[in-house]
């Protein structure tokens, strides 16, 4: 990973409205996200993850603080906004013309057009097929996919994706994942994306920021936070001896014919491997995932930030 400094919040607060309709979306938000990796944000609704997509692209501006994009400030800067491509929430396309000529505008406005490259985009979106449909007949998905494919037409060094997956289906997900990685990996981009989804972020990203009621709650390596408390369910027989052994070790209690330990995912194999040592027969095992919920409470201690 490179050392340069790709985005920089430093003490980023917005506020909407005034007196009762008052709302604080982000809160003294600072953050440092270096070149070439993919950075989860990672909250639920109304978390302030829009709101903060919008200031770092210059759409809305702080009501305090400061963001910096490859060191330099991003307010009133169009050449550096160039090296960046975003897509933001409910990205708008004119329904009347194809998807395709929809791309050529924007790239004309850009001053990028190069036809070639949006037919490459169009396929790496797998949208190839739909080009030339008009955009009023799209899915969801294949708007989304359009947007996706908007946000790289100038070839940017960092990509801002506030909830790529919205309205993709599964296999839409997947290849979402695999051309985002591929941004970073073989194209040496940094992608900054958005989501409410754990299992998301937890696949595809490098780091996370873990943002709640607009206070940032928690950064670190995906595997590290996720790395925190999990419930282990087994279906085993006999139930008490293998209560017997674990009890002393992991928090566990029996309910019907499953045990449940608090463990972490890393404790697992070893788990596993006393039952079998001992003979217990071990039917099933599930993790059960922290949820994000669950990861909220343990990085604010339960507290409503
Ligand atoms: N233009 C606005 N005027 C007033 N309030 C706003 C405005 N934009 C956002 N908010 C408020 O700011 C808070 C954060 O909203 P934001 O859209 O940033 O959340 P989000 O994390 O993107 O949520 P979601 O997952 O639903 O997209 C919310 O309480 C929202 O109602
Ligand atoms: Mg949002």
Redesign the pocket.
């Known amino acids: 990973m490179s050392h340069t400094i790709a985005i920089q919040l430093e003490n980023v607060s917005k506020t ?2 005034r007196r009762r309709k008052r ?1 604080e ?2 809160r003294q938000l600072s953050l440092e996200i270096s070149a070439g990796q993919v950075f989860g944000f990672l ?10 997509i919008r200031m770092m692209i210059d759409l809305i501006r702080p009501s305090a603080g400061n963001i910096l994009l490859y060191g330099r400030p991003v307010q009133n800067n169009p050449s550096l906004l160039r090296r960046v491509g975003a897509l933001v ?1 409910g990205a708008a396309f004119y329904s009347f013309l194809t998807g395709r000529k929809n791309l050529e505008i924007l790239a004309r406005t850009r001053s990028c057009y190069d036809a070639s490259r949006i037919q490459k985009l169009l396929v790496q979106v797998d949208m190839a097929d739909h080009a030339d449909r008009k955009v009023q007949g799209y899915s969801t998905g294949m708007k989304q996919r359009l947007g996706l494919a908007a946000a790289l037409l100038n070839d940017p060094d960092l990509v801002i994706l ?2 790529p997956t919205n309205g993709l289906d599964p296999a839409g997900i997947q290849d979402v994942r695999l051309f985002i990685r591929d941004l970073v990996e073989k194209q040496g981009k940094t992608v900054f994306l ?1 989501s ?1 989804l754990l299992s998301e972020v937890e696949q595809v990203c490098d780091q996370v920021g873990i ?1 709640h009621n ?1 206070r940032l709650v928690r950064t670190g390596v995906v595997a590290e936070l996720l790395s925190t408390q999990a419930i282990i369910r087994l279906e085993v027989a006999p139930l008490e001896r293998a209560l017997g052994l674990l009890l002393p070790k992991w928090p566990t209690t029996a309910n019907g014919r499953w045990l449940e330990v608090q463990a972490t995912r890393d404790e697992v194999p070893e788990i596993v491997q006393q039952l079998v040592a001992a003979e217990v027969q071990l039917f099933q095992v599930i993790v059960q995932q922290q949820s994000l919920e669950d990861l909220f409470l343990a990085a604010t201690g339960g507290t409503d930030a």
């Open positions: 909407f409205g709302v979306a982000v909250g639920p609704n109304g978390a302030g993850k829009s709101t903060t929430e506030d909830e958005s409410h943002i607009g």
